[in-house]
């Protein structure tokens, strides 16, 4: 079968980044318990190709999923450029539900170029801080 | 009102040493010089997410203490512990982390801070291979060529480029920052008029298409401009990677091939293939020749090469490269250290135990092995059985399966702020801001110790980090020491 070009999918495979953004910085020092940290970390950046191939709009929510476990984030397109089949979430709890703990033997995890999986979670809720460590941690 | 100049700005690696604080009433009110980052942390640190007193987890909510109870739990914890990890440090002084380590020698534990996650892979690498480094103040002067690989110095380090690389005026190297302007300007040109094309306002074309600066498309004609060229490699354009004279985006995980085809095009030797890692050859042959035509290069690094498949290999092949490099010319690398002090406790532990990094101590001396010794690999293996973390955030910046086996077991958590560990925490111990509240001593990333200056006075019962880790000390070696006598008296009578 041909698929066609404005076929949603309903899933797709990805290589997940983590690291630093402004955002998170300026969030970080604010208090990692404030409302700028929990908006600069709970998302992800994403090509805009790959979100139309999703028919995600900017600020959906989508579930990112990995081997080590899966977490809701907001969808933003990644405004620099385009990266098809990467996807970006700064470091911080929500980026370490999903993120490789592998550590080469090295003792240093492998928080960049993990392969994952995105795809729409419309209804689901980003999980505040609290929660997240409630729900990961019990606490 | 009353200004404090030349304060250290201890937020991250690059230790901005020219910040002028507005200080009224024991509060800071204004922040010049500094960076957003710079600024949260100057006007944030007083908000509403500090630790007003010290907390003990009593039926599984975070109860006030006094300082005394709050002591005395966490020295039993660490007293009675087979083999506790010591964790962080990187956000403190030298002072508080000479403490550490007396304190991880005292209780056999393991002594590790957060290079752990970061730039171990770095140190890794220069154990093997040596480091060819110098200050910054040399780049800022002298250096022509500036490459940053792995690294977004404009979100991690914001004023990086304006202070000792490409947008500064060095006596020897000009600043760069007026034709990055004019390439804004210019580039914003090319828009408007792209866009004025689209809507069918302009109906010409130009003849001739101007050169993209920071394209992929084809090798740029930037490199060949006069004066210091900014060199970005990364595997996504990141705003750095704007400011570029040449970007080049690599795939995920394949620095170390393009690196080593850098050292192979510098030994001048031919390549068989077109493209390695998604660049073609033609382009890294360009970035090859810039390489070994310039005065003074200099590569800085950062996590997109430490926390990528290679990891320490691809340091020591990117020292390699430089090493490779000092044979035709001057070159230096440097690693972007991110916590204020996480050099510091490098240097600190190093002076101390011998060790830069997970320092072991559980035998009576000090054993480094990391992916034995190292935090990360005793948690993901469950070996540890208390943990005190300083001056860090695991519970936010470590994977979930170390943080859920740290939480399983008693954690000790001094921090500032109520982060995600302090929520996670057993006992918690307010502390006041090294750099705000306190003064002491920080290794910017490349090893210059800076004094931090105190600019306020603490909230009141709010303890510095080193008095903290000394009154935790004193109350372990009582507690060993009564243990010490118990055994005598009872067989005593």
Avoid at chain 2, 113 to 134: D, F, K, R, Y
Avoid at chain 2, 167 to 174: A, C, V
Avoid at chain 2, 294 to 300: D, M, N, T
Wanted: aromatic fraction near 8%.
């Amino acid at each position: 079968m041909i698929r066609s070009e404005t076929m949603v999918e309903q899933k797709l495979c990805v290589t997940l980044l983590s690291g630093r953004t402004i955002e998170q910085g300026v969030g970080k020092e604010q208090g990692k318990s404030s409302s700028l940290y929990f908006e600069a970390c709970s998302m992800v950046y994403m090509d805009s190709g790959d979100m139309k191939k999703l028919g995600l709009r900017n600020d959906d929510n989508v579930l990112v999923s990995t081997d080590r476990g899966s977490v809701v984030l907001k969808a933003v397109k990644y405004p620099r450029a385009d990266m098809p089949g990467l996807i970006y979430i700064p470091y911080g709890p929500w980026a370490n539900a999903v993120c490789s703990d592998a550590t080469s033997s090295i003792g240093t995890p492998s928080f960049k170029g993990t392969p994952a999986e995105v795809e729409p979670a419309r209804g689901r809720i980003v999980l505040s801080m609290e929660e997240l460590l409630k729900s990961e941690f019990g606490r | 009102m009353p200004t404090v100049k030349s304060v250290v700005c201890p937020v991250c690696g690059s230790l901005c040493d020219d910040i002028e604080l507005t200080v009224e009433n024991n509060e800071v009110l204004k922040v010049k010089y500094g960076c957003a980052m710079c600024e949260s942390k100057f006007l944030g640190y007083k908000g509403e997410h500090r630790i007003k007193t010290p907390l003990i987890r009593k039926n599984g909510s975070l109860t006030p203490v006094s300082m005394d109870e709050a002591v005395h739990k966490a020295a039993e914890i660490l007293a009675n512990a087979n083999y506790p990890i010591l964790y962080g440090w990187s956000s403190t002084s030298c002072e508080a982390q000479r403490v550490g380590v007396e304190l991880a020698e005292e209780i056999g534990g393991i002594m590790d801070n957060t290079a752990v996650v970061c730039h171990g892979p770095s140190i890794l690498g220069v154990q093997e291979v040596g480091i060819p480094t110098c200050t910054l103040g040399q780049i800022r002067h002298r250096a022509d060529l500036i490459i940053y690989w792995g690294c977004d110095p404009w979100s991690a380090h914001p004023r990086h480029l304006e202070r000792y690389t490409s947008f500064t005026e060095g006596r020897f190297e000009k600043s760069e920052w007026k034709a990055y302007l004019q390439k804004v300007k210019a580039g914003a040109g090319r828009k408007k008029l792209a866009s004025l094309r689209r809507g069918g306002f302009v109906r010409f074309q130009p003849r001739v298409q101007a050169p993209q600066a920071c394209s992929v498309t084809g090798p740029p004609q930037t490199l060949k401009k006069e004066g210091r060229k900014l060199v970005v490699i990364d595997v996504r354009k990141t705003m750095t990677a704007e400011m570029a004279d040449y970007f080049i985006q690599v795939e995920p995980n394949k620095d170390y091939e393009v690196m080593q085809t850098l050292r192979a095009l510098v030994r001048d030797q031919e390549l068989d293939v077109e493209k390695v890692a998604g660049v073609p050859v033609e382009y890294l042959e360009e970035v090859a020749d810039s390489l070994v035509s310039c005065e003074f290069g200099v590569i800085f690094f950062g996590m997109g090469l430490t926390q990528s498949a290679g990891k320490f290999r691809n340091i020591e092949v990117a020292i390699s490269l430089v090493r490779d490099l000092n044979m035709r010319t001057n070159f230096a690398i440097m690693p972007m250290r991110g916590h204020f002090n996480v050099t510091g406790a490098n240097v600190v532990s190093a002076w101390q135990s011998g060790y830069p990094y997970s320092v072991d101590f559980s035998l009576g001396y000090p054993r480094y092995n990391p992916g034995e010794t190292s935090s990360m690999d005793v948690l993901l293996r469950g070996e540890n059985d208390a943990s005190l973390v300083i001056a860090a955030d695991p519970g936010a910046n470590f994977p979930k399966r170390a943080v859920q086996h740290m939480v399983s077991k008693p954690l000790i958590v001094i921090d500032p702020h109520m982060n995600a560990t302090a929520m996670l925490g057993d006992v918690v111990f307010p502390s006041a801001f090294v750099g705000i509240e306190v003064e002491g001593t920080a290794y910017r990333m490349d090893h210059v110790p800076l004094p931090l200056k105190k600019v306020v006075e603490p909230p009141e019962g709010i303890l510095p980090d080193e008095e903290i880790l000394k009154r935790i000390l004193e109350e372990v070696r009582l507690i060993k020491l009564q243990r010490m006598k118990q055994p005598v008296e009872v067989a005593a009578q």
